[in-house]
């Protein structure tokens, strides 16, 4: 489990490039079509297509280099299972390399707010997919099965794009003639800001798990289920965050920064509205939900390494309605230091925590860098960012404080009965 793991990592770097390129291809088609024009829209699609070709033969190439060298970078995989290793990354990493370039027609359709579309094709394949693994896990089947199955499913959502792209009579606005070298120029400099902000996600999620393979490789199976329940939190958040792309750079397209700055303290008050509807019943249920799922044993090491994972992703996601409307603005070059100090602390305290605490330590340490993250945001970001006009004391309060202070006491109260609680329909109904 813990090879399958740590091979399902390259995703989560894929990932990072996926939603970042979907991200700033909505900003583009949602500002083209504020100014009513598709000849810009057609030159930015097409050069941003070119561009994600080319990401995706350097990640074929990535995924070659890695499955030939996965035993030597870590030596904590069984002997036993190290060919089916690499044979299930090589066969994972290229359907991913396969499927990038259709990030150009999900960032479209997230741009045109045809969301329905990227949410159908999304759950479709994952879900196929996922249960496909799942039926060859079941059937004790090996690991480069279980790659296939997983493919299949990127495979096919990234057909479901493309047939949704032929449905809607979209095809005419991505062609090689409207690939210019200025348009990629542009779209690579928006982008250069964006892939500077993931690499510190890299710093403070992307290695935690190769950390504690490295170091604390009996603890990785543990510390990835621990990963799966913080990821209850951070997907949907995203998912509902990054609607507010396009219509921020819709506001945008005529300057107002007290409209944006009233836009950003709103909806960071309904986000961490949200971010409590969300945090408080799992970590309630968080417990007797690990028995559940993994079991006794897997519940007892997970349950620390999950809370302080849990905690730390709603600390650093109070703040993604400013960041989302920042990238919208164009001025996420602006906020740079705040993701690349969180990852550089992340990482130096993960490096310490996992040599004292194991892999207890990565988890602190990822706590340690949401506080600092948040805390750069607050003194060196928002100052930067002239595009929203807004007090900083009353985005703390209004938008984060309150909405807290109002769950909170529910939160504590259901927590202290929760010990009480014979059984799961009791807790449920509490």
Partial sequence: YATWILILQIGTYVALIDGSIQSAISR???????????????QMLSSAGTIMVGAALVIAVLSILGSWQLDH?????????????????????LSLAVTLPFSTLAGAF?????????????????????????????RHESLFVMALWTAFGYLLQALMYLLAWKRLNLHG????????????????GFCSASFAAQLGGVLISGLDMPIVAAFDFHSAAYY??????????????????NTLIPVAAGICATPNPDRLGAFVIKTTRYSTAILCLIVFPLLIGMSLFLRVWVGVDYAQHALPMATLLVVAQFIRLTLLPYAATGFAAGQQH???VSP???????LLCSLVGVRYMGATGVAFGTLVG??????????????STDEMSFDRLELFVTGILKPLICCLPSFLLVLLLANHMPNLVSLAAL
Avoid at 110 to 137: D, E, K, P, Y
Avoid at 224 to 241: G, K, N
Wanted: hydrophobic residues 55%; contains cysteine.
């Fill in 370 to 383: 949401a506080c600092v993250g948040v805390l750069l945001h607050f003194t060196n970001s928002m100052p």
């Fill in 73 to 93: 970078l870590f030596s904590g995989i069984p002997p036993s299972i190290g060919l089916d290793a690499r044979r299930a990354l090589l066969v994972f990493g």
């Fill in 224 to 241: 990835a289920v621990a990963a799966t329940v913080s990821t209850m939190l951070t997907v949907p958040q995203a998912a509902v965050v």
């Fill in 334 to 336: 602006r906020m740079l």
């Fill in 110 to 138: 997230l741009g045109l707010q045809m969301n329905q579309v990227n949410a159908i094709a999304g759950s479709v394949g994952r879900i196929l997919g996922a249960v496909g693994a799942v039926w060859a896990a079941y």
């Fill in 340 to 346: 690349l100090g969180e990852g550089v602390v992340n």
């Fill in 28 to 42: 583009f088609v949602a500002r083209s079509r504020g100014l009513n024009d598709d000849h810009y829209l057609g």
């Fill in 173 to 188: 606005l991505i062609q090689w003639a409207h690939v210019t070298s200025t348009a990629m120029r542009q779209f690579a």
